[in-house]
């Protein structure tokens, strides 16, 4: 079992920045991918970001140019620097971690606010 913790969300004013952590931990595991997805009220679930073990960063339709993901392999930790906010941004941030074999496991998610 792997259990996949997200902090860092909270509230910003426009234009304010965030980083988002997300930490996979359990035991006897490899991971894959790893990435953020965000829900905002009234709308689907879409891909922020992956990132896989060896590195390369999938953005997807997501285009924002504002943010971006890194990872710490050592410590199984992804990272979501998020620039130049906007109110369109308030949402729930969820991550997940990939692992062969098991398929993605999702954390509970955290709340980010964009407002004055």
């Known amino acids: 079992q792997v259990q996949v913790v997200e902090s860092g969300g909270g509230l910003v004013q426009p234009g304010g920045s965030l980083r988002l952590s997300c930490a996979a931990s359990?035991?006897?595991?490899?991971?894959?991918?790893m990435g953020w997805t965000r829900q905002a009220p009234g709308r689907e679930r879409e891909l922020i970001a992956s990132i896989t073990s060896n590195g390369p960063t999938y953005y997807g339709a997501f285009r924002a140019g504002r943010f971006t993901l890194t990872r710490d392999n050592a410590n199984n930790t992804v990272y979501l620097q998020m620039n130049g906010l906007k109110s369109e941004d308030t949402a729930v941030y969820y991550c997940y971690a990939a692992v062969p074999g098991q398929g993605q496991y999702w954390g509970q998610g955290t709340q980010v606010i964009v407002s004055s």
């Open positions: 359990g035991s006897s595991f490899s991971l894959n991918a």
